[in-house]
């Protein structure tokens, strides 16, 4: 597997990181290996990742059937419905527009977390990049979808808070708690992650049979709740973004 994942890496690096080499260097960003840029499988790993999902979301679509549900069908409902589900629980009305995007962080965040269970590969969400990507892309997403509830001037009202007079001493506060956000999704992730990935490779060093499998059976654990963790802050955000307060 980690041969595959080596030879796909270096395929990325021949035919598309390094051909983009040169017109990165004209936006000031250099890299220290101008000919292998990607230095590790994580970008590979992200890649499968998104394939296999677009993959089993096709085969979902295809074989969508009333009478007579599949396997892969049950299997992304029972996803959707959670999800949905925890959706309501928080934002409540005009939540079913944001399931689609939570579901995607949630199946993406699972999938990256438990390929650091194969032996060889690190967890794609134990690099630091991985986490601020998708906690940038969260934070642009309910800031999108706050202004397109409150309008921009509406959205920009709230961070005034409640008291006028109150303005100026709320709205940088307010600015810099919300770009905290971005920290500290990074932050949880990541470092949960880099953890559990640091405690298994230890004990598998010094206890090669038997005890590993528990610290293995923590990482599942781990991995699960914090793809949890992610989609659930991820609603609390929108939720906080898309009220309109009257």
């Known amino acids: 597997m980690l041969s595959l994942l080596t030879a ?19 936006l000031g960003i250099h890299f220290s290996h101008p000919h292998a840029p990607l230095r590790d499988n994580t970008l590979t790993l992200e890649l499968i990742i998104m394939f296999g999902l677009l993959f089993f979301f096709v085969i979902a679509r295809a ?27 928080i934002i409540g009305h005009g939540y079913e527009p944001h399931v689609a995007y939570a579901t995607l962080i949630l ?12 032996p060889g590969i690190e ?3 134990a690099n630091p990049v991985v986490p601020l990507a998708l ?6 997403y309910y800031n999108w979808n706050g202004v397109r509830a409150q309008g921009p001037v509406g959205y920009v009202k709230h961070f005034a808070g409640p008291i006028w007079w109150l303005t ?11 770009l905290a956000r971005i920290m500290s999704l990074t932050i949880r992730l990541y470092a949960n992650m880099f953890a559990s990935d640091l405690l298994t490779l230890v004990f598998f060093s010094m206890i090669p049979i038997g005890v590993p499998v528990v610290f293995l059976g923590l990482h599942f654990g781990v991995a699960l709740i914090q793809a949890y963790v992610f989609m659930l802050l991820t609603f609390i955000y929108l939720s906080m973004a898309v009220t309109v307060e009257h």
């Open 168 to 178: 100026p001493l709320m709205f940088p506060i307010e600015i810099i708690s919300h």
């Open 123 to 125: 967890t794609p969400t």
């Open 8 to 26: 796909l890496t270096h395929l990325l690096n021949v035919y598309f990181a390094a051909p983009l080499v040169p017109f990165l260097t004209r």
């Open 63 to 89: 074989t969508l059937s009333v009478e007579k549900p599949g396997t892969v069908q049950g299997v992304f409902e029972l996803v959707n419905d959670f999800v949905g589900s925890q959706g309501e629980a």
């Open 107 to 118: 199946l993406f965040v699972v999938c990256c977390n438990l390929f650091g269970l194969l």
């Open 135 to 140: 906690a940038l892309l969260t934070f642009i």
